[in-house]
């Protein structure tokens, strides 16, 4: 059974910096996707950051582009979202996901992945 815990929220001013963390445990991911989104009061979930468990291959919503990075820790089965030059439109709870996926486009839509996190909030002041 797959439990997803994420970590590392907060309050940040906009310019600022934050590290999310994904620990993982129950289950093999060798085959996983492992993603990133986030959901702001009102608003439907979207699609961050993905990376693929098995081969390191990354995607990034246009948004996050060239600010954010998704990492992995293999050995700690632990999953990363470093979130550089916040901007006040970042303010969200951020989730958490992974699936057993097919194809690329599959990555983008929440109703793909299996599991998820309780989700931690991230708030951007300006």
């Known amino acids: 059974q797959v439990q997803l815990v994420e970590s590392g929220g907060g309050l940040v001013q906009a310019g600022g910096s934050l590290r999310l963390s994904c620990a993982a445990s129950?289950?093999?991911?060798?085959?996983?996707?492992m993603g990133w989104f986030r959901q702001a009061p009102g608003k439907e979930r979207e699609f961050v950051a993905a990376?693929?468990?098995?081969?390191?291959?990354?995607y990034y919503a246009d948004s996050v582009k060239g600010r954010f990075t998704i990492s992995r820790d293999n050995a700690k089965n632990t999953v990363y979202l470093q979130m550089n030059s916040l901007k006040p439109e970042d303010t969200a709870v951020y989730y958490c996901?992974?699936?057993?996926?097919?194809?690329?486009?599959?990555?983008?839509?929440?109703?793909?992945?299996?599991?998820w996190g309780q989700g931690t909030q991230v708030t951007v002041s300006s």
């Open positions: 996901a992974a699936g057993l996926l097919t194809g690329a486009r599959a990555l983008l839509r929440p109703s793909s992945y299996n599991y």
């Open positions: 129950g289950r093999s991911f060798s085959s996983y996707v």
């Open positions: 990376i693929s468990w098995s081969d390191d291959v990354t």
